[in-house]
Nanobody, 114 residues
């Protein structure tokens, strides 16, 4: 399986917004529930959000009401709109299938300053 390619990270002040994007193969996109994950320094990778083929979404409690996951069926991309960012959101963000079946990409760094 071709690994996803993430983009859109950056440095933002607390309260700001970022939109992450991930490109996956059409085969992967048409079969799997896709998810976003993140890994902060010294911590394990954790689930952030997922979206299935029907568009149903699921979120970690820590991001509910602030993050929105979406999928672009034409471009086979998955997006993560992140609003009201907090310093504790600082991490490398990755996309993958909901259960991490693909090789992990390089991720995109999100840094939120206080």
């Amino acid at each position: 399986q071709v690994q996803p390619v993430e983009s859109g990270g950056g440095l933002v002040q607390a309260g700001g917004s970022l939109r992450l994007s991930c490109v996956v193969s059409r085969r992967t996109f048409s079969v799997y529930t896709m998810g976003w994950f993140r890994q902060a320094p010294g911590k394990e990778r954790e689930f952030v959000a997922s979206i299935n083929l029907s568009g149903s979404t699921d979120y970690a409690d820590s991001v509910k009401g602030r993050f929105t996951i979406s999928r672009d069926n034409v471009k086979t991309m998955v997006h993560l709109q992140m609003n009201n960012l907090k310093p504790e959101d600082t991490a490398v963000y990755y996309c993958n299938t909901r259960v991490g079946e693909l090789a992990w990409g390089q991720g995109t760094q999100v840094t939120v300053s206080s």
